[in-house]
């Protein structure tokens, strides 16, 4: 189909549409109404109760990753209430067994920075090893690892190079006599210096062949003891995708899951990727249900966040001329003003909030001299009275001059417990939890709720979980699942076991939703809007066939119904999914087609396979 | 606002249902248009890493340059007998690195212009923040939601547009085309469809049949997309046009054979990294290694692109960034560092080329910023607002960078104001 498009210059186009509209017989305003969801989401219908058993459904379905077996068995047996009760107190959930066996493969998620920082050297360290310009551990056995890492770095470095030459001439690499060949075998028994010294005088081609002559596993461990700063990112989609699909704790995990949102730090710059490990575990997950104003200063005080809006090298301008004093010709700083104005506009008060530029300035001057201590390799938080400018300031007419690291204190304090505060973060959880637009009863008794208990976010959480409103027609099914939450709804519907979690997160890229990876400080978009498009679409509708096929690489599963019938009803009974008559009613005459007879078979899928993965990828299982 | 675009293209979608509309409405609006084959697009081309401006686009008429660079810098052209390891001469001051052989011809053309010393007003050289500035189009703030590219498009208003207006290769939407207009992420056009026929006849069916406004609506947008695409992916490139290996190649050849389809592109982006050069930039000769390898690729990749074009051309412009420039001075292990201002190759039929624009403002000790850097003589939006301007004809001059009223004073007038611009005037 060949189709062209109308010059599009201006008014003319306005009265093109109106022109169109006569032509249909359709009046303007109605048929803009028809594309709007809202339409439907009227207020009326957030007062009118779910009957229990969709209750059960509701529940099952937005507090959680997707439900599984024995999350509505859970629900049904102690209710609704308590199950949420429970649900909010996570560590009386006894955490999964399967899941701790997973993780245990992951060292690095129970890692501090500085472990971290030691354990998997970065490019910088091993560029600055390779140039003789780093110091290097004492004890020898680190030593050496760490020159052979610069090595393979530095060779890695050459391989552009390489690649050029031995189109020519053939390369001449360098040897040593470990080993040049090119079987991976006689790589396992060595120690990892000596592996890596191995890898090292081997050429490109080499190299692969020797990885890919290895199983699995093996292979995993020497690819990360060649490439130590991608094994902290791979380690921390691994945990998340891991804590998602077992995770007893699955509201624990939504809120962790939020709040890295609301709080986003992207491993796309680089140190990040050594500090999310440590934020995501001991700055939101462990305030995940506690006080705001607590989450908020820890934010504030992580390497994670100094680094990623830039706070760490904003100075005082007074502070800026001695520096350059002692410096010389380093590059001059001063005040940086990034993580003031998304502290307020993103992580408080929202950008209608009701703050200035010049608020901007004025906390930007607060925070002067939050730093991250680098006299020791992944050091944390560090106040630097030097770099803080002591004159008083002035922050949405609160006058503060208490002097130090106070100021920055004073400041957080003050936006926390902010009624914009209130009703910004109230009004973010109910976008997630109850609809796009949630009703304004709803968001006010939230921010009541928040003003009165100082920021206790589960006192809040009960507010909404326990309102009409959440368990209401107007909530029920009314949000689209994010790229996360409908990959992780899926493996969890088909008991998939999830053996290479690395695999799985390419096609979060593929949808839209690259994990850790988020570049702006906004987070992702909660909005249904932001994740249905058509481009997306296909890949979810395709992923969803991939999945039940059993072919997407790092998951497999094994219980297929013996019909696709059989499927539907698993689909309504366990999935908590309600197909609706014309979706199976399409599969059928699709299935049935005599024309697709030949067709039947969909790259080795079996006909129930088909059906679970075209219910997988329906209308249905995108909304939750 | 986005709420209000979105909605409103539902509502388009509603009028109009999906599948036989954009064929009627294609007939329905060629009475009241002028040719649709003349349809501009924009291509936007990201040079990740911070690509070395000044050993790509060499100022060999400047002796700094070769006492910065005693092992990096490019020999000044040799007049009588051509030399692969020389700069080639495009002004007697400045040449191409050799690796860009391929785009001599466009620069004889005068179809290739250059704009140098450009860059950022932000003095960062955080690869990731000046690439956030860079797609954002508002150095030093991060909290902008959009891509300027998408905001470059002109409002559809309402008005159906073609689901490939906005293309990005690749499998995720970049920062750079974020934001209310609608814009795909496709990797590989053959790849851009429902696997197994049978699967894909049931979604239609499903998507199309439920009662689901916004799905119904999106699926039955995905499958029109589709059908389009598939189309497209049937033909091939133009006989003259040698891609060669490599991704960028790859990406310029399905752009083109989407402009080439008429499909209803404005805006395409792709990008192509490795730029960070700080270890052996150069190889044995200042004119090969790491930096020759991937400038030939992208040299042989943009005229491979121009031949694939063909007539098209004359709608096309692309131009090429880079988040910063490079130290001028060169390091201790054949590399450069983070520096800041880098130039710009813009081509297209409607590029008034054949020149180097931009104040050169020097490499001598005083002259480089922060005694370091090339320094910035022209501020990236100044270019890009002038292509958008001129050959989009979006108008909209506070809109497109917040923050940043541009004013056509301040143009390079790099556009050709006798070609496209003239006409839609008329």
């Known amino acids: 189909m060949r189709w062209r498009m109308p010059v599009i210059a201006g008014a003319g186009r306005r009265s093109f549409t109106k022109a169109l509209c006569a032509i249909l017989g359709v009046p303007l305003a109605v048929s803009i109404l028809i594309g709007e969801e809202s339409a439907i989401r009227s207020t009326p219908a957030f007062s009118e109760p779910l009957d229990e058993a969709r209750q059960v459904e509701h529940v099952a379905n937005r507090l959680t990753f997707g439900p599984a077996p024995d999350v509505v068995a859970s629900l049904r047996a102690i209710g609704i209430h308590k199950w949420i009760e429970l649900q909010m107190q996570p560590e009386r959930v006894p955490e999964s067994k399967l899941l701790e066996e997973k993780l245990a493969a992951y060292p690095a998620l129970r890692m501090t920075t500085e472990e971290l920082a030691k354990e998997y050297p970065n490019r910088q360290y091993l560029r600055a090893v390779a140039r003789g310009r780093a110091d290097l551990p004492t004890d020898p056995k680190e030593r050496e690892t760490v020159e052979a890492l610069a090595k393979v770095q530095a060779e890695r470095e050459r391989g552009f190079l390489k690649q050029a030459r031995s189109k020519g001439t053939p390369a001449e690499p360098a040897r040593n006599n470990a080993t040049a060949s090119g079987d991976g075998q006689s790589l396992v028994g060595m120690s990892e210096a000596e592996r890596l010294i191995a890898l090292a005088g081997m050429t490109a081609e080499e190299r692969q062949a020797a990885i890919r002559s290895l199983p699995i596993a093996e292979r995993r461990a020497l690819v990360e003891s060649v490439r130590p700063a991608l094994t902290v990112q791979t380690s921390l989609v691994a945990g998340k995708l891991l804590r998602a699909v077992y995770s007893e704790r699955q509201l624990e995990e939504l809120m962790t899951s939020f709040w890295f949102n609301h709080f986003n730090v992207s491993v796309k710059k680089e140190a990040d990727r050594y500090y999310s490990i440590p934020y995501e575990r001991d700055v939101i997950r462990k305030h995940a249900f506690g006080k705001f104003e607590d989450l908020l200063v820890a934010t504030a005080q992580s390497p994670a966040m100094l680094y990623y809006l830039d706070n760490y090298q904003s100075v005082s301008p007074d502070a800026r001329l001695r520096r350059r004093r002692q410096r010389g010709n380093r590059a001059p700083r001063g005040l940086n003003e990034n993580y003031a104005r998304e502290l307020m506009e993103l992580h408080t008060l929202g950008v209608d909030g009701g703050y200035t530029q010049k608020d901007v300035t004025e906390v930007a001057r607060c925070f002067t001299g939050w730093t991250i201590d680098v006299r020791t390799p992944g050091g944390g938080f560090r106040f630097a009275p030097q770099l803080h400018d002591t004159k008083s300031k002035v922050v949405l007419g609160h006058k503060i001059d208490a002097g130090g690291m106070e100021d920055g204190l004073r400041v957080l304090s003050l936006l926390a417990n902010h009624p914009s505060t209130a009703r910004f973060i109230s009004t973010k959880l109910a976008e997630r939890f109850v609809a796009d637009q949630p009703p304004a009863g709803l968001v006010d008794a939230m921010s009541a709720t928040f003003l009165r208990t100082h920021g206790d976010i589960r006192e809040v959480l009960r507010t909404m979980f326990f309102s009409k409103e959440f368990l209401s027609e107007g909530a029920y099914r009314a949000k689209v699942k994010q790229p996360f939450e409908m990959v992780v709804s899926a493996l969890r519907a088909l008991h998939a076991d999830l053996t290479q979690p690395v695999a799985l997160a390419r096609a979060l890229d593929r949808l839209g939703q690259p994990l850790y990876r988020k570049q702006e400080p906004t987070g992702y978009s909660a909005m249904n809007a932001e994740w249905v498009n058509s481009a997306a679409l296909v890949e979810r509708m395709n992923l969803a066939l991939g999945l039940a096929a059993n072919q997407v690489r790092g998951v497999r599963w094994r219980d297929i119904p013996a019909t696709g019938p059989a499927t539907v009803e698993m689909a309504r009974s366990e999935w908590m999914l309600p197909v609706s008559e014309s979706t199976v009613a399409s599969i059928h005459k699709a299935i049935d087609d005599p024309a697709q007879e030949q067709l039947r078979q969909f790259r080795g899928a079996s006909e129930p396979q088909l059906w679970a993965g075209l219910l997988l990828g329906s209308p249905e299982f995108q909304r939750h | ?426």
Do not use: C
């Open chain 2, 1 to 426: 606002m986005q709420s209000r675009r979105v909605f409103l293209r539902g509502a388009a979608l509603t009028m109009f249902g999906a599948g036989s509309a954009p064929l009627w409405l294609g007939r329905a609006a060629q009475g009241s248009s002028a040719s649709t084959k003349s349809r501009k697009v924009l291509v936007a081309i990201f040079q990740r890493g911070a690509a070395d401006g000044l050993n790509t686009v060499v100022p060999f008429g400047e002796k700094d340059y070769y006492k910065l660079r005693p092992n990096l810098a490019i020999p000044a052209p040799v007049r009588a007998a051509a030399s692969g390891d020389a700069a080639i001469d495009l002004d007697g001051f400045f040449g191409l690195h050799p690796g860009l052989v391929g785009l001599k011809p466009l620069w004889d053309a005068k179809e290739l212009a250059i704009v140098n010393a450009v860059g950022s007003p932000d003095p960062t050289r955080s690869h990731f923040d000046a690439q956030d500035y860079m797609e954002a189009g508002t150095p030093g703030v991060k909290s902008t939601r959009d891509g300027w590219l998408n905001r470059a498009m002109v409002d559809a208003d309402g008005h159906p547009v073609s689901p490939v207006r906005a293309v990005a290769m690749g499998s995720a939407l970049p920062r750079i085309l974020r934001g209310a207009e609608p814009a795909v992420a496709i990797d590989r056009l053959e790849d851009f469809q429902v696997r197994g026929r049978q699967a894909a006849s049931a979604f239609s069916s499903i998507y199309g049949d439920s009662a689901d406004t916004l799905l119904r609506h999106t699926g039955k947008e995905a499958f029109d997309a589709i059908r389009i695409v598939r189309q497209v992916s049937a033909q091939t490139s133009h006989p003259g046009a040698d891609y060669p290996n490599g991704p960028l190649a790859r990406n310029l050849r399905q752009i083109a054979a989407l402009i080439k389809a008429d499909v209803g592109l404005e805006v395409a982006f792709a990008d192509v990294g490795g730029w960070d050069h700080h270890v052996n930039e150069v190889g044995p000769r200042p004119a090969t290694g790491q930096l020759a390898n991937l400038l030939r690729q992208v040299g042989d990749a943009l005229s491979a692109f121009r031949k694939d074009l063909g007539d098209r051309f004359e709608d096309v412009v692309l131009v090429t960034m880079s988040e910063f420039g490079r130290t001028a001075r060169e390091n201790g292990t054949r590399g450069t560092d983070h520096g800041h201002a880098n130039l710009m190759f813009v081509l297209g039929g409607p590029v008034a080329g054949g020149k180097v624009y931009g104040e050169w403002p020097g490499l001598s000790d005083g002259q480089l910023y922060e005694r370091r850097d090339l320094a910035v003589t022209t501020d990236f939006r100044d270019v890009l607002g002038e292509l958008v301007t001129q050959h989009l004809q979006n108008h909209d001059r506070t809109g497109l960078f917040p923050g940043y009223s541009l004013s056509p004073q301040r143009f390079r007038r790099l556009y050709r104001m006798d070609g496209a611009a003239a006409q839609s005037r008329a």
